[in-house]
């Protein structure tokens, strides 16, 4: 079965640096990869999605990679701020899945100012 | 904006006795979810619903659980006999349309069984 790995529990970095986030998964790439936010006690807020045949995706601040080949994508979280400080969740959208997504366990983001 | 939402917000019971979780998808959105949070753990996938009927359903959406949408606007999901090991957060979502997009979580029900 299908398995993800976000490369590490936890992550601190200080305010304005990039933060750089890595999923990776196993077996058949996924459709669209996604990723979402979750903060303490609340449901997954969605943030990007990337396309299967897509390299890169952008918006505001955010950065999406997908590598097929690697089976890899990096989220990346530019000019960071102690607001960002959330849990990131990679998730896989399969295809012929009825869009039920394939959540990896997060990495929790800490910003220090 | 649009938004979905969860009713109870923490819902406590005993062992063996039967919960009903309750959701109101986004309006125009055609697929729903639940899936669910143990503490400290990943978000799984429970079952989807599309059409009136369950689409898909993991190995955990067993016998114990059953879905429901009653009236066009709410999403049930009802869990028999609870056990101690159901104790989770319980997330509702739903998606406007078929293939890639975004899927919309409600704030979550925390299920506590003593």
């Known amino acids: 079965s299908q398995k993800i790995e976000q490369n590490s529990e936890a992550l601190n970095i200080q305010e304005g640096k990039t933060a750089t986030l890595t999923c990776n998964y196993t077996?058949?790439?996924?459709?669209?990869l996604q990723w979402y936010r979750q903060d303490p006690g609340r449901g997954p807020v969605f943030l990007l999605l990337?396309?299967?045949?897509?390299k890169e995706k952008r918006k505001e601040r955010l950065k999406v990679t997908f590598d097929t080949t690697l089976k890899q994508s990096l989220f990346h979280i530019t000019a960071s701020q102690p607001a960002d400080s959330a849990t990131y969740l990679c998730?896989?959208?399969?295809?012929?899945?009825?869009?039920?997504?394939?959540f990896g366990k997060g990495t929790k983001l800490s910003v220090k100012p | 904006e649009p938004e979905v939402t969860q009713t109870p917000s923490h819902q406590v019971t005993q062992m063996g006795q039967e919960v009903i979780l309750r959701c109101v998808p986004i309006?125009?959105?055609?697929?729903f979810y639940w899936y669910r949070q143990i503490l400290g753990q990943k978000v799984e996938f429970l079952v989807s619903?599309?059409?009136?009927?369950?689409?898909?359903k993991s190995e955990i959406f067993d016998d114990q659980f059953s879905v429901e949408r009653p009236d066009g606007s709410n999403f049930t999901l009802k869990i028999r006999s609870t056990k101690l090991e159901d104790s989770a957060m319980y997330f509702c979502?739903?998606?406007?349309?078929?293939?890639?997009?975004?899927?919309?979580f409600g704030p979550g029900t925390r299920l506590t069984v003593l």
């Open positions: 979502a739903s998606r406007e349309r078929e293939g890639g997009n975004e899927q919309f």
């Open positions: 077996n058949y790439s996924p459709a669209y």
């Open positions: 990337i396309r299967e045949n897509e």
């Open positions: 998730a896989l959208d399969m295809w012929g899945s009825q869009g039920n997504l394939i």
């Open positions: 309006s125009n959105h055609l697929y």
């Open positions: 619903f599309y059409n009136n009927e369950i689409s898909e």
